[in-house]
């Protein structure tokens, strides 16, 4: 809390009465965050609040981020900081379901629609404190109370000068003009702390300093009426350019300006201190790393900046409308501070951010805050790329979608439909529709990238080749595995020639042509690439990557399809104790771990764990991806499968019917997973005795397998196994014996299907 803190008792009256939730609105600097942060040091102090959280609310991504950091103060349950939109759902989950007492302060709320869903619920334990310049109707519904809050009183403003200047042992600078001053600053909270930093490091009085007020013609060049609706940004922007000139002179000398410039593009709710020993800052400000510091100390002592080591990644803080005025006193090129401060932001960037750790978010926000056409001067900053990169690694494609999206917009107005940082923005946006599950839009996009490339960056060149090995992943995705194949066999071979066998690109291109091999039922070929992938990713990369550890998962389900179902488990285990330490327990990855376990405990008879783990990666994913994500319907095909291992014919048949209905709508009739889907419900149908339905549903399943993967597939002599069971049981052997002879010959030998057509030719055979 600000030191010399007026009361406002009228205020307080009004937050000390029956309601639970209160809204605090007023213009920029009228002591509203103030107000807040006293009602969160009464509930310390009184121990009224087993939780008090203090929430940025002026974008939804803060708001996200506010109520992970809250979920994993409490430990509500879910939350593990692998997703903030996750973790921030359990948080209100929590807040609705805890007997604990709580404040939550939503600060700087700039649109009302940010909040739909995040608003805290009324609890008789809970307390809801906002602050906002808005007056929406919308901000005061569900019971909460609008509480204006103006300007200081005269008396307020002459006792926060006074109490500010005799703490600091300057009592002497009060004057007779001391009302005059308050006056002539609008009694705005903020210009008088301004005011009061600078009374008391240029040891001026109250008259003195009044002069410098009144002749400060700069002013109207700063802060033009029309850009100050609440008119009190003047008395601010007057303030500010006394403080700046003073800070100037003062050691470090000249560094005051260029220093605040800097800040005021940043997120005002704080970036690292770490920020200002970057080389980007130094080379900003032509000094040390030392004077970096001083410069920032400097700002802190006259009141433009808060700067607070302990806090962390949000150690230096500034206030919203010091930072617009500092922004338009326009003494420092706009574009050399965003470049400078983006360069800054890049230098910080942690080479790990799967995860969402403090810093990661504070560098994710702050870029939010930074970007401006001013960072598409002469192209696309490479922030802006690292931070929707860093979403997508992270597996958050709801808020990626946003920002790529974002991305796409301002490069097609900014540089043209054909730039090529217009064409790496769409590959990103088609990455996290991927990731969200939507495969047709991802692949009609990324079409479109692969032939910008092409035309524009040469057949050979390295962002051409990433195009195509991304649009092999999309085929893949939507079932076309042979349109992938061509295109995972051509990255590999220009990858390998173009930039060696060890480079990080030609082992992501021979992941992928595994992943397709293995689809194919090429499952030998798949096995050996992945073998060489995983001991070249751990060379490169190290052992615990992430990209490595995915590269064994994907191994594992390769030793299930070839029947090695020991070292699946194996692999399975270890991968989700990885995912999950480095990770997190929510993070996708570790759940996409989890339900590979499963199935290779299913597939070694291990159907209680299986079906435990199934329905917590389910339940997981239902919260992450949604309902329909196609993730999410595999798993629940999965869990039928181990429902019938386990007798529970009826549930297996309930999800297998669901899951046919919701792959042939989402993905279509053709799609593997949707046949895949279809062999599931006949063999839940034919457990349950339904054998004439069975019959119906594998007999569409084997043509349609035969089409889109051949005879020969796994898949497609599974299929026909369980048609021969089928038709055996209905007492159709001749038929069942038929189906079978072409399920195995020669160069393609199966035990089971070999087994049962000696046994059924048997002249004892039933």
């Avoid at 949604?626 to 009826?650: F, K, M, S």
Wanted: proline letters at 5%; a negative charge; glycine letters at 8%.
């Amino acid at each position: 809390m600000a030191s010399a803190f007026q009361p406002r008792p009228r205020v307080r009256e009004r937050i000390d009465g029956d309601r639970h939730a209160w809204v605090l609105a007023g213009g920029g600097g009228v002591g509203k965050s103030q107000l807040a942060a006293w009602l969160v040091h009464r509930a310390l102090d009184e121990r009224t609040a087993d939780l008090v959280a203090w929430v940025s609310a002026n974008s939804p991504e803060r708001i996200v981020s506010g109520y992970a950091r809250a979920a994993l103060r409490v430990a509500a349950p879910g939350a593990d900081g692998a997703d903030p939109a996750a973790d921030a759902a359990a948080f209100c989950e929590w807040l609705h379901s805890t007997d604990r007492s709580w404040l939550i302060v939503l600060d700087d709320v700039t649109d009302p629609d940010h909040l739909a869903g995040w608003w805290p619920p009324q609890r008789p334990k809970g307390r809801t404190m906002a602050t906002t310049r808005r007056q929406d109707a919308a901000l005061t519904g569900a019971g909460r109370q609008r509480i204006d809050v103006g300007v200081y009183s005269p008396a307020e403003s002459v006792a926060y000068l006074t109490e500010r200047l005799t703490e600091a042992g300057c009592p002497d600078l009060l004057d007779a003009k001391v009302h005059d001053l308050a006056g002539a600053l609008g009694h705005l909270p903020l210009a008088l702390s301004h005011a009061a930093a600078y009374l008391i490091d240029q040891a001026v009085t109250c008259t003195e300093y009044l002069t410098l007020v009144r002749t400060a013609a700069r002013v109207a060049e700063v802060m033009p009426a029309g850009s100050d609706p609440d008119g009190y940004g003047r008395p601010v922007a007057v303030t500010l350019l006394l403080a700046l000139d003073a800070a100037d002179e003062a050691a470090p000398a000249g560094l005051a300006r260029p220093a605040l410039a800097l800040a005021a593009v940043l997120d005002p709710d704080g970036h690292p201190d770490h920020l200002w020993k970057t080389t980007a800052v130094t080379t900003f400000l032509s000094c040390t790393a030392d004077r970096a510091r001083a410069a920032l100390r400097l700002l802190h002592r006259y009141g433009l900046l808060t700067h607070t080591p302990a806090d962390g990644p949000r150690a230096v803080r500034i206030h919203a409308l010091t930072a617009r005025a500092a922004r338009e006193a326009g003494t420092i090129d706009p574009a050399a501070a965003a470049h400078a401060a983006a360069d800054a932001l890049l230098e910080l960037w942690p080479e790990s951010d799967h995860t969402t750790t403090d810093l990661v978010d504070a560098l994710r926000t702050n870029t939010l805050a930074l970007i401006s056409d001013l960072l598409w001067q002469p192209a696309g900053h490479p922030l802006l790329f690292q931070a929707g990169a860093s979403l997508l690694r992270s597996r958050l494609h709801s808020p990626a979608i946003t920002y790529w999206q974002r991305l796409v917009d301002d490069a097609v107005r900014l540089l043209g439909d054909e730039h090529p940082d217009t064409i790496t923005a769409r590959a990103g946006l088609a990455s996290a529709w991927w990731q969200a599950g939507r495969a047709a839009d991802a692949i009609g996009l990324l079409e479109r990238v692969v032939d910008d490339r092409e035309r524009l960056l040469g057949d050979e060149h390295p962002d051409t080749m990433t195009a195509r090995i991304g649009l092999a992943a999309g085929y893949r995705r939507a079932g076309r595995t042979a349109d992938a194949i061509v295109l995972d066999e051509r990255a590999v071979t220009d990858t390998s020639r173009l930039l060696g066998e060890r480079h990080r690109d030609t082992i992501d291109a021979r992941a992928g042509l595994a992943s397709s091999y293995g689809d194919a039922g090429r499952t030998a070929e798949a096995i050996a690439i992945l073998e060489k992938v995983i001991e070249d990713r751990a060379h490169l990369l190290g052992d615990q990557h992430p990209d490595t550890i995915n590269a064994r998962i994907a191994l594992a389900a390769c030793y299930r399809q070839a029947g090695r179902t020991a070292e699946a488990v194996a692999i399975d285990e270890k991968a989700v104790d990885d995912t999950a330490r480095l990770l997190g327990n929510d993070h996708p990855d570790t759940i996409s771990a989890r339900a590979g376990l499963a199935s290779s405990y299913g597939d070694a008879g291990r159907t209680a764990e299986a079906i435990a783990i199934l329905e917590k990666v389910i339940e997981d994913r239902v919260h992450l991806l949604g309902d329909q994500h196609p993730d999410t319907i595999n798993a629940r095909i999965a869990l039928a499968a181990c429902y019938r291992q386990a007798g529970r014919t009826a549930e297996a048949v309930a999800i297998d019917e669901k899951a046919v209905d919701d792959t042939a709508r989402l993905l279509g009739n053709d799609h593997p997973d949707t046949i895949s889907a279809r062999a599931g419900l006949a063999s839940s149908y034919w457990q349950a005795g339904r054998t004439a339905d069975a019959i119906g549903l594998l007999e569409r399943v084997v043509d349609d397998r035969v089409r889109l993967l051949g005879d020969w597939h796994p898949e497609t002599v599974n299929a026909r196994i369980g048609l021969a069971a089928c038709y055996r049981e209905a007492g159709r052997t001749a038929e069942a014996i038929s189906v079978l002879e072409r399920a195995v010959d020669e160069e393609h030998p199966n035990a089971v299907a070999g087994e049962a057509l000696r046994d059924w030719r048997a002249p004892d055979a039933p």
